[in-house]
């Protein structure tokens, strides 16, 4: 079975500074590894993906992650917060050979100025 | 652009009442997934459709039933919406197989199930 823990149901930042969003997975097999965001009322847009490639990935609106294997972790950062962040993030698992995907809670990230 | 839309955004019923959600998608993809997401929580997969081959979850209630009458479109039918059943209903494809690049999953912008 797998499983997605984050870390923090809310995090706040300041305008301009890091964002650490935390992810944890669980997997008997190597897995991939997916974040999402949300936004009000919207469905989810997938911001970047590992699957088995690099370890650290680039994906839209500045936002990056690393997988470490010996950590068991997907963290999600970007250097500089911007107002436009402000929505929900969802790490998920899938393994290969299997479509499906296990979200995690979700973690809201607030951005003040 | 190729896109996954789903109507309505967003729609009332009332208790007991049947209804039935719609998502259309042009990517042509072998999958397509309904997700329920309830206030503050991650989406949960009710069902999903490889082709024609019908999967759904152990715990979806029974209240919940999906057509899949061509690739195109998958929809959800709710016999007998209780209050419990207000909520978001993402409907998401993928191009399926789990392969590598395959995973990925595209969703709509969800409709919005209030029960009165």
């Given at each position: ?7 923090g149901s809310h ?12 992810c944890?997975?669980?997997s008997s ?9 949300q936004y ?16 650290l ?5 500045g ?9 068991t ?6 250097p500089s ?7 929900e993030?969802?790490c998920?698992?899938?393994?290969p ?17 | 652009?190729a896109?996954v ?6 729609q009332?019923?009332?208790f ?5 959600l719609?998502?259309?998608q ?16 991650a989406?949960k997969l009710?069902f ?10 152990a715990?979806?209630p ?7 009458p ?9 016999r ?7 909520a978001?209903y993402?409907c ?5 197989g789990?392969r590598?690049?395959y995973?990925?999953q ?6 919005r199930?209030?029960?009165?």
């Amino acid at each position: 079975a797998q499983s997605v823990t984050q870390l923090g149901s809310h995090v706040s930042v300041s305008e301009g500074a890091l964002v650490l969003l935390r992810c944890n997975y669980s997997s008997s097999v190597p897995p991939y590894l997916f974040w999402y965001v949300q936004y009000p009322n919207q469905g989810l847009q997938l911001l970047l993906k590992y699957t088995s490639a690099a370890t650290l990935v680039k994906g839209i609106n500045g936002f990056e992650a690393e997988f470490k294997k010996s950590e068991t972790s997907f963290h999600l950062t970007k250097p500089s917060a911007h107002m436009s962040d402000a929505a929900e993030y969802f790490c998920a698992v899938s393994r290969p050979g299997y479509s499906t995907l296990t979200f995690g809670k979700g973690t809201m990230l607030l951005v003040s100025p | 652009d190729a896109m996954v839309i789903q109507n309505p955004r967003y729609q009332v019923t009332q208790f007991g009442k049947p209804v039935t959600l719609s998502c259309s998608q042009t990517l042509n993809h072998n999958v397509m997934y309904w997700y329920q997401q309830k206030s503050s929580q991650a989406p949960k997969l009710l069902f999903h459709y490889y082709d024609k081959d019908f999967n759904n979850e152990a715990d979806t209630p029974d209240n919940f039933q999906s057509r899949r009458p061509n690739t195109s479109f998958c929809f959800l039918d709710i016999r007998s919406p209780g209050l419990g059943d207000a909520a978001m209903y993402l409907c998401a494809t993928s191009r399926g197989g789990g392969r590598e690049g395959y995973n990925e999953q595209f969703f709509g912008p969800g409709t919005r199930l209030t029960v009165l």
